[in-house]
């Protein structure tokens, strides 16, 4: 059964860093693609950065570009997100999002395509 567990959110104060974790365990899949996505309050939910293993590809929300960073751990199928710079509209619920086919491939594919497998969600609180 493949599960996806987030950890690391938590309230913070703008300008401040959180690094989410998304930790995947039961698939073997020898391509993938996992996303995170957010949802804000009152808004729908959005895509912010993906990467797919077939070639370390990575892709961000324009809101986010050049504050948050994407990154593996592949030894412990581990996703991080960096946050850093973060404005009070970053509070959502964060998610992650695996499917096993490379999707990380431009926005309107990205995030909209129908990621199998979901996380829990995870609370980030951004105080002004």
């Known amino acids: 059964e493949v599960q996806l567990v987030e950890s690391g959110g938590g309230l913070v104060q703008a300008g401040g860093s959180l690094r989410l974790s998304c930790a995947a365990s039961?698939?073997?899949?020898?391509?993938?693609?996992i996303a995170w996505f957010r949802r804000r309050p009152g808004k729908e939910r959005e895509g912010v950065s993906c990467?797919?293993?077939?070639?370390?590809?990575?892709l961000y929300a324009d809101s986010v570009k050049d504050r948050f960073t994407i990154s593996s751990d592949n030894a412990k199928n581990t996703i991080f997100l960096q946050m850093n710079s973060l404005k009070p509209e970053d509070t959502a619920v964060y998610y992650c999002?695996?499917?096993?086919?490379?999707?990380?491939?431009?926005?309107?594919?990205?995030?909209?395509?129908?990621?199998?497998?979901w996380g829990q969600g995870i609370q980030v609180t951004v105080s002004s």
């Open positions: 039961g698939f073997a899949f020898d391509d993938y693609t």
């Open positions: 990467f797919t293993n077939v070639d370390d590809r990575s």
């Open positions: 999002a695996l499917h096993w086919a490379d999707y990380c491939r431009g926005s309107d594919l990205a995030w909209s395509a129908p990621y199998y497998y």
